[in-house]
T-cell receptor, first 114, second 114 residues
Framework: GAVVSQHPSRVICKSGTSVKIECRSL??????MFWYRQFPKQSLMLMAT?????????EQGVEKDKFLINHASLTLSTLTVTSAHPEDSSFYIC??????????FGPGTRLTVL | QKEVEQDPGPLSVPEGAIVSLNCTYS??????FMWYRQYSRKGPELLMY????GNKEDGRFTAQVDKSSKYISLFIRDSQPSDSATYLC??????????????FGQGTILTVHP
């Protein structure tokens, strides 16, 4: 399957700071990238869908001003958690898909906000 | 009612057993069905991807879809301790603005003990 990377794999930050997470598709051009968050022992919750060159589509209840998504190229999307708070601590996972509809997931980023 | 229901388990089986994992869904518009495996603190890994009702086999894994009953299953033959993970069913293709989006089940935690 295709390879998707995320960076960083783990980040600890102070409350009020902003954190940027990168998602890269390494061996294919991703027309669409998805951002999920996952709480312990729970399933993946879709946050937003981003298409290259256009604005992201956010799921209901997800604040677009807090979770900024940029999909600047067919291989890179970024998620910025602005003014992070402890309740934002979670496992953030991106996935990348092409026209085949298959989605390939990154390894995830564990965010801890102190 | 959730769109996708999956028994969270946990499920514990001896090595060599046949494992059956199941999901039911309520949205008849779903067109494709996937099974992912997720190890602890890692991103999900695509195992099986099917479009139509019937069985699809890949090594020790068999995915079964019954669209009339809105029921999908994943069978693992000759289970190994390395199969211990969380298994997530996912569905997509419900049309409209949801192109590419997946709806996940809660995930079933599987432990295969030697």
């Amino acid at each position: 399957g295709a390879v998707v990377s995320q960076h960083p794999s783990r980040v600890i930050c102070k409350s009020g700071t902003s954190v940027k997470i990168e998602c890269r598709s390494l061996d294919f051009q991703a027309t669409t990238m998805f951002w999920y968050r996952q709480f312990p022992k729970q399933s993946l919750m879709l946050m937003a869908t981003s298409n290259e060159g256009s604005k992201a589509t956010y799921e209901q209840g997800v604040e677009k001003d807090k979770f900024l998504i940029n999909h600047a190229s067919l291989t890179l999307s970024t998620l910025t958690v602005t003014s992070a708070h402890p309740e934002d601590s979670s496992f953030y996972i991106c996935s990348a898909g092409d026209y085949s509809r298959e989605q390939f997931f990154g390894p995830g980023t564990r965010l801890t906000v102190l | 009612q959730k769109e996708v229901e999956q028994d969270p388990g946990p499920l514990s089986v001896p090595e060599g057993a046949i494992v059956s994992l199941n999901c039911t869904y309520s949205n008849s518009a779903f067109q494709y069905f996937m099974w992912y495996r997720q190890y602890s603190r890692k991103g999900p890994e695509l195992l099986m991807y099917t479009y139509s009702s019937g069985n699809k086999e890949d090594g020790r894994f068999t995915a079964q879809v019954d669209k009339s009953s809105k029921y999908i299953s994943l069978f693992i033959r000759d289970s190994q301790p390395s199969d211990s993970a969380t298994y997530l069913c996912a569905m997509g293709g419900a049309g409209g603005t949801s192109y590419g989006k997946l709806t996940f089940g809660q995930g079933t935690i599987l432990t295969v003990h030697p």
